[in-house]
Structures are given as C-alpha cells and as structure tokens.
Nanobody, 122 residues
Framework: QVQLVESGGGLVQAGGSLRLACAAS????????MAWFRQAPGKGREFVAN????????NYADSVKGRFTISRDNAKGMVYLQMNSLKPEDTAVYYC???????????????WGQGTQVTVSS
C-alpha cells in the first residue's frame, strides 16, 4: 500500500517555472514506477512523465519534452516534477501515481494522489 500527497501547484505566468512534489508513504515505495499525469477541464487524464523504480530511465510526453524533468529520491520517499517554460496549455490538475509497470497508461497505475492545481496565465 502506498499513499501519495502532491504539493507545489499554483498560479504562474507563461514562461515561468514550478516544482511539484509528491510525498509517498509505505514500505514498498522504492519498488514502484512513479508517474505524473494531468487533467485539464473537460479533458481526459493525460500522461506527462514517468520514472523507473531505480531512476535509471524516464519517459516524457512529447508536449512537455525538454521543458519538464521528473526525478525521485527513494530515501526520502519523494518524486518531483520540475516544470520550466510553462505554457497556458499546461494548465491542469496534476496527479502523482505509483504502479508496478513503467508504462504510460493511467489504468495500469495502482495508487493516486489527490492532485494539485497548476494554472498558467498568458
């Protein structure tokens, strides 16, 4: 069992940066692949980035590649999403997720946080 709590969302101007954090509790956190998804109003949940349990590999959606960076600290039970050069289309609720497989399909992730709102103004 893993509990996830996101933080770090807020309002930022286009071109700005935010760093999201996801605090994980549970003994098996370090064995899970971790991911960030987002959901904009009226749209489905969209894959943003994921990272393997040992941080050796990560994967990004084309829309954020080169601007966002996912990282994790297994000793601290934390996952981060550094978001630079933010655009209005990045506005969404961002969710942290944990799963056994390093994949982009949201349905394959077992544990989810409550989400944190990111709003980018133009």
């Amino acid at each position: 069992q893993v509990q996830l709590v996101e933080s770090g969302g807020g309002l930022v101007q286009a071109g700005g940066s935010l760093r999201l954090a996801c605090a994980a509790s549970g003994r098996t956190f370090s064995s899970y692949a971790m991911a960030w998804f987002r959901q904009a109003p009226g749209k489905g949940r969209e894959f943003v980035a994921n990272i393997k349990w040992d941080a050796t590999l990560s994967n990004y959606a084309d829309s954020v590649k080169g601007r966002f960076t996912i990282s994790r600290d297994n000793a601290k039970g934390m996952v981060y999403l550094q978001m630079n050069s933010l655009k209005p289309e990045d506005t969404a609720v961002y969710y942290c997720a944990a799963g056994n497989l390093w994949l982009v399909n949201a349905a394959l992730y077992d544990y989810w946080g409550q989400g944190t709102q990111v709003t980018v103004s133009s």
